[in-house]
């Protein structure tokens, strides 16, 4: 199964997060993703102005475990995991600080701490969009309670590492930890009351009380611990919060973030038609001078001249055959695949590749998802929107993640990041004068904005069916105005 959200990440950067699902009974997991993006005319984005390197400049890609799925209450739970796993690490590195023991401690803060953030998450999403309003303060008042539960279990583990055999540094990653989950639960807290306020004010005025109380409550603990908080008047403490925040959310997640080994595909096969195509030359060139030398002789003025002609032919031939060569290479091969591994063992991997298509390559299910409104048709015969296709395949092998991961993972996340500030150096400017009728005056000037749209139509396969979402991109000189979702 393929999931897929896109989102503004910032002002001229645009976020796609594609999770790849592998079916527990399926040994070998076989995904196909594509991304058209339809870019208009004006903005000279081409394969002459626009080359594969300045797209994979612009791409940024990370490859990541999906995080295991717990709710709240059950983290909360200390007979299961995840803090029963968390609470035995800590235990036995007690006991037995090895180098075995240390790193399955730090592995065992880092998954809490990541399943933490994204039950919260979820939890905050669910008591939001619940349609059981009369719940709703019920999931509030769990929410508190299974928080505090949390919290007060993890930090209570701390007597067990605080001993002369545990490392300040070995301490250290308890406190990160420590710091991240009280960052987590403001966060959140504050995002609850927010959404309350904006969709449920009458919960919102309940239960506004009780959730600044426990922001309070953490804001005070990491005053007392001589962590970092929010203060109102100091930008130079702000700043340096913000980064530290950045700096513990890395580590957090960083053991669901799988290695990636990236190479360009086909290389054998490309070096081997090169080959072919300078042998191809070569028998072309010697077949002219064996001819002429067996007509003319060797020291002759015409042999000469075929000597000349047939090596200019000879090197024009071998580029030819070369051009040749990589177009066919190009349909067959991917521009990367990457391996993708955790802990040293692969678990799969993916194949990408971007290409300048034109229009009567483009499937008809494409296009027609693409909508084009008849004025853009009239307009689109005479200037042609150019279309980028992004292809992926990505391969999982199912035992490989069991075997290598304790948690139940569902597969992978793509995140890709596109800056689209090449797109935006040939624009307008985004203000545009409008005139409005004015009895005293005669007009107005009012402001307007000219604004563009870039489309993307995704398309993923599963189980040899093919899925087609439309996304468009509103932006001018200014950024990126917002993402509107067709499906």
Not at 348 to 365: C, K, T
Not at 409 to 423: D, T
């Given at each position: 199964m393929i999931d897929e959200n896109v989102k503004i990440h910032d002002q001229f950067s645009l976020e796609l997060k594609v999770g790849f699902v592998a079916r527990k009974k399926q040994k070998i997991n076989d995904f196909a993703f594509n991304i058209w993006i339809f870019i208009p005319n004006s903005l000279d984005i081409n394969r002459f102005t626009y080359t594969k390197d300045d797209f994979y400049r612009d791409l940024t890609s990370y490859i990541r475990l999906i995080t295991p799925s717990y709710l709240l209450r059950n983290i909360a739970d200390l007979s299961t995991a995840p803090f029963s796993s968390l609470e035995k690490s800590f235990n036995t590195l007690s006991v037995a600080p090895t180098r075995t023991n240390k790193a399955n401690y730090e592995y065992q803060l880092k998954m809490f701490m990541s399943i933490l953030k994204s039950s919260l998450r979820e939890e905050v999403s669910h008591t939001i969009s619940s349609k059981l309003d009369d719940d709703r303060e019920f999931l509030i008042q769990s929410y508190l309670a299974n928080i505090q539960k949390i919290a007060g279990h993890y930090r209570s583990l701390q007597r067990i590492v605080n001993t002369p055999s545990i490392s300040n540094e070995l301490l250290d990653y308890f406190l990160f930890g420590d710091e991240f989950m009280s960052n987590l639960i403001e966060f959140h807290t504050f995002r609850l009351i927010q959404l309350l306020k904006k969709s449920h004010p009458q919960h919102y005025e309940r239960m506004q009380g009780e959730l600044l109380a426990l922001i309070n409550y953490e804001i005070s603990y990491k005053r007392e611990k001589g962590y970092l908080v929010v203060e109102k008047e100091n930008k130079k403490n702000n700043q340096e919060l913000v980064f530290r925040q950045s700096m513990l959310k890395k580590y957090a997640e960083s053991d669901l973030f799988l290695d990636v080994k990236k190479r360009k595909d086909g290389v054998w096969v490309e070096q081997i038609l090169f080959s072919l195509a300078a042998g191809l030359s070569m028998i072309f060139a010697t077949f002219v001078a064996f001819s002429f030398q067996q007509k003319y002789g060797n020291f002759t003025m015409p042999m000469f001249v075929a000597l000349v002609v047939s090596y200019m032919m000879k090197d024009r031939i071998k580029e030819l055959m070369r051009f040749y060569f990589a177009h066919k290479l190009?349909?067959?091969?991917?521009?990367?695949?990457?391996?993708?591994?955790?802990?040293?063992?692969?678990?799969?991997?993916?194949?990408?590749?971007?290409?300048?298509?034109?229009?009567?390559?483009?499937?008809?299910?494409?296009?027609?998802?693409?909508?084009?409104?008849?004025?853009?048709?009239?307009?689109?015969?005479?200037?042609?929107?150019?279309?980028?296709?992004?292809?992926?395949?990505?391969?999982?092998?199912?035992?490989?993640?069991?075997?290598?991961?304790?948690?139940?993972?569902?597969?992978?996340?793509?995140?890709?990041?596109?800056?689209?500030?090449?797109?935006?150096?040939?624009?307008?400017?985004?203000?545009?004068?409008?005139?409005?009728?004015?009895?005293?005056?005669?007009?107005?000037?009012?402001?307007?904005?000219?604004?563009?749209?870039?489309?993307?139509?995704?398309?993923?396969?599963?189980?040899?069916?093919?899925?087609?979402?439309?996304?468009?991109?509103?932006?001018?000189?200014?950024?990126?105005?917002?993402?509107?979702t067709f499906e």
């Open positions: 190009n349909k067959r091969y991917f521009d990367h695949k990457i391996k993708i591994s955790t802990h040293n063992n692969e678990i799969g991997w993916v194949r990408e590749s971007m290409d300048f298509i034109s229009e009567r390559n483009v499937p008809f299910e494409v296009l027609q998802k693409r909508d084009r409104s008849s004025i853009l048709e009239a307009n689109n015969r005479a200037s042609n929107e150019r279309i980028i296709l992004y292809r992926t395949l990505m391969q999982l092998n199912r035992e490989s993640i069991d075997a290598n991961t304790e948690y139940p993972v569902a597969g992978v996340n793509e995140i890709l990041r596109l800056n689209i500030s090449n797109y935006i150096q040939k624009m307008d400017n985004a203000e545009f004068p409008l005139y409005y009728p004015d009895e005293k005056d005669g007009f107005q000037i009012v402001p307007g904005e000219k604004i563009y749209y870039l489309n993307m139509i995704l398309q993923a396969k599963e189980a040899e069916q093919w899925d087609y979402k439309r996304y468009r991109i509103v932006f001018n000189r200014k950024g990126i105005q917002k993402i509107e």
